[in-house]
């Protein structure tokens, strides 16, 4: 069974930094691009972040461009974001997710496009 975990979320003050990290198990995910959204409650899941499937290529939301950085390790099956200068506005729920694509381009921002979920970890900006 395929599975994902996101870790890493927390409390942190405005200015401060996170790293998330999602597991992926059941399966390896080292040919398929990988992406991070996040959702407040009431709103839609928002694109975050997206990388493919070697690593080589990644896109960001314009809000995070310069303070996040996704990677990946194939090796382990791990998906990572730095998070860096941290604003409140950042406080949602982060989950990761995979496409099973080894294509690259703007369908990665749509979620509905993505075949498997983690379960999300919060995180929280104090201002």
């Known amino acids: 069974q395929v599975q994902l975990v996101e870790s890493g979320g927390g409390l942190v003050q405005a200015g401060g930094s996170l790293r998330l990290s999602c597991a992926a198990s059941?399966?390896?995910?080292?040919?398929?691009?990988m992406g991070w959204f996040r959702q407040v409650p009431g709103k839609e899941r928002e694109f975050v972040a997206a990388?493919?499937?070697?690593?080589?290529?990644?896109y960001y939301e314009d809000s995070v461009k310069g303070r996040f950085t996704i990677s990946r390790d194939n090796a382990k099956n791990t998906m990572f974001v730095q998070m860096n200068s941290l604003k409140p506005e950042d406080t949602a729920v982060y989950y990761c997710?995979?496409?099973?694509?080894?294509?690259?381009?703007?369908?990665?921002?749509?979620?509905?496009?993505?075949?498997?979920w983690g379960q999300g970890t919060q995180v929280t900006v104090s201002s």
């Open positions: 997710a995979v496409k099973e694509t080894l294509g690259w381009g703007p369908l990665l921002i749509d979620p509905s496009g993505y075949d498997y």
């Open positions: 059941g399966r390896t995910f080292s040919r398929y691009a």
């Open positions: 990388i493919k499937w070697n690593g080589d290529s990644t």
